[in-house]
Nanobody, 123 residues
Framework: QVQLVESGGGLVQAGGSLRLSCAASGRIFSTFAMGWFRQAPGKEREFVAGIMWSAHTTRYADSVKGRFTISRDNAKNTVYLQMNSLKPEDTAVYYC????????????????WGQGSQVTVSS
């Protein structure tokens, strides 16, 4: 089992930046990919970005391409989501998750979820 803890959310004005972190512990060797999802009030949870632990393969939702960057620090077992040029429609609870591949994570085939971190973008 993998435990995930997100941090770094908060309130920011439109056009601003935030960086989310997701620290993983437990059976990390069994996890090949990490991803970020978000869920806005009244909406379904959606995929945002994914990355492999052992390679530089990444994938992004069209709505965040060019604005968000996912990265990882294997030594710290931590995945980051750098969010730039934030928009009010980016307001949501952001979750990190594990999966066997980036494609699986993008299809919401995940093994473990974090507790979520609130991101609020004011206009």
């Amino acid at each position: 089992q993998v435990q995930l803890v997100e941090s770094g959310g908060g309130l920011v004005q439109a056009g601003g930046s935030l960086r989310l972190s997701c620290a993983a512990s437990g059976r990390i060797f069994s996890t090949f990919a990490m991803g970020w999802f978000r869920q806005a009030p009244g909406k379904e949870r959606e995929f945002v970005a994914g990355i492999m632990w052992s390679a530089h393969t990444t994938r992004y939702a069209d709505s965040v391409k060019g604005r968000f960057t996912i990265s990882r620090d294997n030594a710290k077992n931590t995945v980051y989501l750098q969010m730039n040029s934030l928009k009010p429609e980016d307001t949501a609870v952001y979750y990190c998750a594990t999966g066997p591949s980036v494609a699986a994570v993008a299809a919401s085939q995940v093994g473990s979820w974090g507790q979520g971190s609130q991101v609020t973008v004011s206009s």
